[in-house]
């Protein structure tokens, strides 16, 4: 097949294949979006041995115990602070973080904008799917206007968060969106994220099938996972509350990209520059 | 039964996973009491154990009930949906007069999985149920799951164990029929009947523990025309359509247990969009030589 590239990904190559199939409701978008992680990995060259993801709580915190490299499943909201941690301590790994949206923007937002605001060499890799999966489908800081949750049985009127605006705002070197549906892109602008040295904060649209599609009527995996493409998120982005968050549609794709010096080099040639004589 | 104020309350623990419906089973329980008058303290923990977590559920029954937690050694009906979760509780129960309720179905969670070499044992319960059978008073270990699945549903498992707890209780089976019936979504109800039904027949019958539940199938290859195959791990694959509908050639669809299958190889391309969007990784096309493919 003329078609076909010659360089192999095997995703289960990565996998821990003894622990699949995994617990996520089927039709999640999480698994793709670890796809899309993965096979970046690949593409980079990266080792397993040199690859660190640090996960936090949540059904997303859950997507990395299936992968086959150095792992860590931390506490609620906490994944980026261990990851500093281990990056600072550690620069010759690959830190990766897997988080989800209530991990990384409600429970762990405080460290969201100070990793974003130190720009130190790690991958935020936060799956968005609107929704506190895991813990009883609870509002999250994503979750769209009007949308039935379980904390909000009349629809929800809160403001929504664009997760990628505050990393921006806050300094991250490199911000950028992309969906489930679309593999191929999300895959590259994470090897993109992968190699930028410094923060990298990326948003994968994912889908939570079971309890956020149930509930709000949003009908099977196939019918949730194409709405990403048109107009669900839009809509969830454009209705609502305050003025200055809204957005007529969901930008995809690169978003930011700020060259700033990263901390763990500075920091290092601080530290040199004050012990040497 | 508790009929003088004076008489100490039944308890019984329901005890599972995540989204086994304990919570259901203790409700529906819960609400026959109080039909008979009698005074209900209900107390669960769930929560962060949405799928896949340790459940638990106290109902507490009586003339008069003050604690809603059962003192521990005193729970007269251990009722797990779960067996390792059943096996956690055990020492909860009465030890001469408690009866034990439990499925037999293995969920087994990843933990359980320490060490990651091929073949290496599980940290699973290895407790056969004809073991535990012998340690409590009554005892009764059922497939409730495949009986569930034969009833063309597993996710009322459940109700087949709730059938299987009426026999346990002295109330009318008439009361906890309409309460059933009002409890479950109005589309299930006759499902759920069923199941009720087949849990108590199950006890009456006298059957004994069931055998260990085959794991699904592994992988199955088809080979499309263009020379490539298709790989689908059966055991992975949960069923969720976003290969069918998202393939452009529409050549897959689900068969009758609902897997996704090829069902039309010639029209296959070996696009790979199936492998890419798949949650489970459960689609590899592979090339014809059986290497995957990029």
Redesign the interface.
Known sequence: MDTLSLDTFDIRAYLREDLLPHFMCPGCGHGIALRALLWAVHERGIPKDRLAVVCGIGCSGRVGAYIDANTYHTTHGRPLAFATGLALARPDLEVVVITGDGDCLAIGGNHLIHACRRNLNMTCLMLNNEIYGMTGGQVSPTTGGGRLTSTTPYGNAEPTFDACALAIAAGAGFVGRGMTLQLPALKTLIGEGLAHPGFSFIEAISDCTEIFGRKNDLGSAPEIILRQKSGMRPDTYGNIVDRPFQAKAMRIGVLGRNDRPEYGAAYRAAVAARIAP | MADTETSPPTNVLIVGVGGQGVIMVSKVLAALCQLHGLQVKQSEV???A???GSVFSHVRFGAQVWSPIIPHGETDILVALEWSEGLRWLDAMRRDSGTFIADTQQIVP?IA?RD?R?G?RSGYAPQSPAAVLEMVGTGFALDATRVAAGLGNTRIANTVLLGALSTALPFPVEGWISVLRDFVPPHTVAVNLKAFQAGRDWVESGSRPAEEAARPAGARVAVAA???RLEITE????????C???CPERCLRLDERGLAELANPAACT?CRVCE???????V?VL?GLG????
Do not use: E, T
């Not at chain 2, 055991?235 to 976003?242: F, L, N, S, Y």
């Not at chain 2, 890419?276 to 459960?282: E, G, K, Q, S, V």
């Not at chain 2, 290497?291 to 990029?294: L, R, S, T």
């Open positions: 769930h929560g962060m949405k799928r896949g990843p999985f990651r091929p290496a263009r020379g490539h055991a992975w694959c949960k069923g969720c359509d976003i069918v509908k998202m070996g890419w969007l798949c949650p489970d990784f459960a590899r090339d290497q995957p493919v990029a």
